[in-house]
């Protein structure tokens, strides 16, 4: 009830703002700010020495870097991009995973649906949407959570068939431009990681020299792809933070090129850091030999009284059968007590602490959480004998979705340029703050926050 009335608090804030705001409807401001995304960047590869990062720890010489970012619960990638753009917790916004968990009748597994619209996915105000309200002008390129929003002048978003619910002719015009081969579904999903990555950056670089928007949102992913297969710290890993590194110079180089860079701050953030597993556990397989779900010849779930669906390293419990939950509750509780690799459950009494919605706020969110031991990841298999033990070859060896308590999780933090404090130092700060420090940078206060203005690396 209490996230319930936050959430209303938060609404109604925005409300009142965007009705009293003197910046009137259409102004423009050559104030910008361009937010970076790497995907899967944990904070502690800044600093590692056999990492190639010029352009970003120049950003970061120039301005201001923390030491960690504190990501939200669950450290993974749409929810933790919305907690950057709202400055509250998925508790509060709603967004639990890369897409929206559908629940079915008894015994029916649960699914994810990534098909979703903003309207549908977020549930709070974003800083673009308010910007937009004001009369700045906005973009995004391959943000999560953006699908169908009209608060973005420009939007090429993170959802399946991007191009087909992208801004009217912004395909076709960067097809003109030479940075897209095509508007085409299939040639785009065919396209390799880093291909994809420098499609967005000369998409980003585009609207940069021909319509530069005050406040501009770059998700680029490769790096994340390259962490899951490979691990972080891995040769692999370190190539792809060395590419995702050249993008941001290309960006910079873009803002200079249109001589906007003075007016410009640039933050290079992520949503989640990376682990190294080299175990795993498969809860599903304990639930099939209890009875409690059934699997098809090629693996597949079929039937699910219980089931666990894993996000990123952890798994969420879901109790699909209201008339045994309370019943299952108890029987599940004593077949994972003590399990190998479960190092323990969350249960909903802990839920608010961690930043998790209730279930029965948010039917996305899991009956249980199951936080594995160190060295295991949550897999969703339910075929084979044993529910634990090494990961097998090919299986991925890189993990987020893990407790945000977890030091690997933490992400990076850079800003620098208009605004930004030369040489300012922060230890850990969290997400939220992301959000209330870019309205600052905008001369404002953002509306029903969680976090907190980082003042310390602003020009006072």
Known sequence: MKQIIRVMAGLLAFACFSSQSGFAQGQKSDRHLVLITIDGFPGRMLRDPKASLPRIRGLADEGAAAEAMHVSNPSVTWPNHTTLVTGVQPAMHSVLFNGILERGAADVPVKINPRKDKSELV????????????????????????????????????????????????????????????????????????????????????????RMPNLMLIHLRNTDGTHHKYGPESPASYTALALADKFVGQIIDALDAAGVRKNTTIIVTADHGFATETKAVQPNVLLRKAGLLEVSGNGA???????????????????????????????????????????????????????????????????????????????????????????????????????????????????????????????????????????????QELPGSEGKVLKDILVQ
């Open 123 to 210: 549930k709070v105000p974003t800083i673009y949407d308010l910007l937009h309200q004001q009369g700045y002008r906005t973009a995004a390129i391959d943000w999560p959570c953006t699908r169908g929003t009209k608060a973005l002048d420009a939007d090429f978003p993170d959802t399946p068939e991007p191009l087909s619910h992208s801004t009217a002719g912004l395909i076709d015009e960067l097809v003109k431009a030479g940075i897209m081969e095509k508007n085409n579904e299939d040639w785009f999903r065919g396209l390799s990681g880093p291909a994809r990555d420098q499609i967005w950056t000369d998409a980003a670089c585009y609207l940069i020299r021909n």
């Open 301 to 443: 779930i079929t039937k699910a009284r219980v089931q666990v669906v894993p996000e990123g390293g952890t798994g969420f419990v879901y109790f699909n059968d209201p008339n045994m939950k309370e019943a299952d509750r108890s029987r599940v509780l004593g077949l994972f007590k003590g399990a190998e690799g479960i190092a323990r459950v969350i249960t909903p009494e802990d839920y608010s602490r961690l930043g998790y919605p209730l279930p029965e706020a948010n039917q996305g969110m899991g009956d249980f959480v199951i936080v594995p031991e160190k060295q295991y990841a949550v897999l969703g298999g339910a075929t084979g004998d044993e529910a634990a033990g090494d990961l097998k070859p090919g299986v991925n060896a890189g993990y987020h979705g893990l407790i945000a308590d977890d030091d690997r999780m933490n992400a990076l933090f850079v800003a620098s340029g208009n605004q930004i404090k030369k040489g300012a130092k922060l230890t850990t700060i969290r997400n939220v703050d992301v959000a209330p420090t870019i309205f600052s940078i905008f001369g």
